[in-house]
């Protein structure tokens, strides 16, 4: 399981919000051997005046953070952020000095997932990748 939250200047973000999306989806779903249909991201535009940040970024600055069960190695999660770096680089023209990336991993039971907590849900997808 894993919860994504996309944070950027609204008109830096709001035109490419879909593809950014696409992207984030395509490095999980690589890096994390994630089913295609798992995909759970909520973006935050806000406004430039609400979005303080060091005067060396430009309005394309964006944070992603991505909140998770724990049980991936630290190898894994480091191909998913330089998978994040190269794809949104390329793809959506957001250099790495304008893009953060954080990882929040939790225990499975401090979820509650349809109904239950989430170590008691049955997951068609490994978490220990």
Known sequence: MAQIKIYGVRESLNPFKQQLSDIIHA????????PPDKRFHRFFPM??????????RSDAYTIIEI???????????KQLIRLLFQRINDGVGITPQ????????TPKHDWGIRGVPG?????NYKVNV
Do not use: N
Not at 27 to 34: I, R
Not at 47 to 56: L, N, Q
Not at 67 to 74: L, P
């Open 119 to 123: 170590d008691e849900l049955a997951l």
């Open 98 to 105: 304008d893009l953060e990336i954080t990882i929040f991993e």
């Open 47 to 56: 406004d430039r005046e609400d979005f303080i940040f060091a005067h060396d």
């Open 67 to 77: 909140s998770m069960f724990e049980g991936r190695t630290v190898e894994t999660k």
């Open 27 to 34: 490095a999980v779903v690589e890096a994390f051997q994630f």
